[in-house]
T-cell receptor
Framework: NAGVTQTPKFQVLKTGQSMTLQCAQDMNHEYMSWYRQDPGMGLRLIHYSVGAGITDQGEVPNGYNVSRSTTEDFPLRLLSAAPSQTSVYFC??????????????FGQGTRLTVV | QKEVEQDPGPLSVPEGAIVSLNCTYSNSAFQYFMWYRQYSRKGPELLMYTYSSGNKEDGRFTAQVDKSSKYISLFIRDSQPSDSATYLCAMSLGTPNDYKLSFGAGTTVTVRA
């Protein structure tokens, strides 16, 4: 059971380069999200999607784009990398919340360094 | 002011000690409270969750929610070196259309053998 799969695990970019972080889940979850994790800042929401074709901005969306063409995939695009985007990126998926909510499953993370 | 406040520590305790972690929050509408555990270089994994106020116990772990004080706690009894990790609190409204989780900054815990 794969759960949430992120690729790549590590990446070094030069300032101004673009790239796409891949995320796929096999749990048929409606909700998918991208977070970045920085020391002392916790997990900050970048973008999220409540279903195929529907995306919205989170807390720190600038410099990132997302799309959701299928239920399974939710790629994150860095348009023009900046050193401030050096971080660990996590993709998460969650089923339809009912009363009390449901567990969020996280990928293993992508460590991105922008030089 | 952040919606969820959590002291990042770090916290270092000897093996066998009780670890006490807590978070405060400002949104009184939160109903669903979670604790995630994150080992180094891994993604967070759900450890425990509680709905509304009260206590929940699972083995050596106890989660407490005090909604009147907007304060949640996680206690780890008889701590082991394998409990060394970062612990993040998370909260949500728990309503049918609410998908978002609000996270604390995470507290890094080291249990010394």
């Amino acid at each position: 059971n794969a759960g949430v799969t992120q690729t790549p695990k590590f990446q070094v970019l030069k300032t101004g380069q673009s790239m796409t972080l891949q995320c796929a889940q096999d749990m048929n979850h409606e909700y998918m999200s991208w977070y970045r994790q920085d020391p002392g800042m916790g997990l900050r929401l970048i973008h999220y999607s409540v279903g195929a074709g529907i995306t919205d901005q989170g807390e720190v969306p600038n410099g990132y784009n997302v799309s959701r063409s299928t239920t399974e995939d939710f790629p994150l695009r860095l348009l023009s990398a900046a050193p401030s985007q050096t971080s660990v990126y996590f993709c998460a998926s969650r089923g339809k919340p009912g009363r009390g909510g449901t567990e969020a499953f996280f990928g293993q993370g992508t460590r991105l360094t922008v030089v | 002011q952040k919606e969820v406040e959590q002291d990042p520590g770090p916290l270092s305790v000897p093996e066998g000690a009780i670890v006490s972690l807590n978070c405060t929050y400002s949104n009184s509408a939160f109903q669903y409270f979670m604790w995630y555990r994150q080992y180094s270089r891994k993604g967070p994994e759900l450890l425990m969750y509680t709905y509304s106020s009260g206590n929940k116990e699972d083995g050596r772990f106890t989660a407490q929610v005090d909604k009147s004080s907007k304060y949640i706690s996680l206690f780890i009894r008889d701590s082991q070196p394998s409990d060394s990790a970062t612990y993040l609190c998370a909260m949500s409204l728990g309503t049918p259309n609410d998908y978002k989780l609000s996270f604390g900054a995470g507290t890094t815990v080291t249990v010394r053998a």
